[in-house]
């Protein structure tokens, strides 16, 4: 059973802080996917990262894929309250029969002004 | 250039009855996929179907649930004799291809009286 879990799972800030969030995986993935889902909404695709060490940017964002393509993280600089949300890591299994994502646990961040 | 369309947003239904979720993918995708979230749980895998075909129906229930994807119109999720447990937000993602990334709808949000 893939098993993606994320840390850390709830994180309380103020507005102009630093933040990284980590998702572990003892499975290797085809890709990885960084979602954000509000309350009563869908998760929204944020970046998807497929190579071993890729580093992606998203304005204040920085994505980055492990080399054995087993974790990821995400960092987000000068933190502010409209960051605040659900953060989901997704890993994407697909290639023959199936095609899939496999969800971490969820890291809720709050940002306060 | 509409999202992932999901009706209805909410849905009441009561013990035993029929519950049909709808699922209009992005223009252009051809893969779609159901996904859901249980109360205090992450967002689950359950099947994977493309135009008239299921590829991977690996994280169905076994019984009283069934998915198709016609060639026209939206894909729909079928739970029959719904019981309590089934209460849960279920969100759809479509795909241009067989890959992780996935864009989610606003998702369904049934409950079961």
């Known amino acids: 059973t893939q098993l993606l879990e994320q840390s850390p799972q709830f994180l309380s800030i103020q507005e102009g802080e630093n933040l990284t969030v980590y998702c572990n995986s003892s499975?290797?993935?085809?890709?990885l996917q960084w979602y954000r889902q509000e309350p009563g909404e869908g998760p929204v695709l944020l970046v998807t990262?497929?190579?071993?060490?890729e580093v992606k940017k998203l304005k204040r964002l920085t994505f980055q894929f492990g080399d054995a393509r087993k974790d990821s993280s995400l960092h987000i600089t000068a933190a502010q309250p409209g960051d605040t949300g659900l953060y989901l890591c997704?890993?994407?299994?697909?290639?023959?029969?199936?095609?899939?994502?496999?969800f971490g646990t969820g890291t809720l961040l709050a940002v306060q002004p | 250039n509409a999202g992932v369309m999901q009706n209805p947003r909410h849905l009441v239904r009561r013990r035993g009855q029929e519950a049909r979720l709808r699922c209009s993918p992005m223009k252009g995708h051809s893969h779609v996929y159901w996904y859901r979230q249980l109360p205090e749980e992450g967002l689950k895998f359950m099947v994977y179907?493309?135009?008239?075909?299921?590829?991977?129906e690996s994280g169905m229930p076994k019984e009283r649930f069934s998915a198709e994807f016609p060639k026209e119109g939206p894909s729909i999720l079928r739970i029959q004799q719904v019981v309590r447990g089934d209460s849960a937000a279920y969100f759809c993602?479509?795909?241009?291809?067989?890959?992780?990334?996935?864009?989610f709808g606003p998702g369904t949000r049934l409950t079961v009286l």
């Open positions: 997704a890993g994407g299994m697909y290639g023959g029969a199936t095609n899939k994502l496999i």
């Open positions: 993602a479509s795909s241009p291809s067989g890959t992780g990334r996935q864009y």
């Open positions: 990262v497929v190579t071993g060490g």
């Open positions: 499975s290797v993935f085809s890709s």
């Open positions: 179907l493309q135009k008239e075909n299921i590829i991977d």
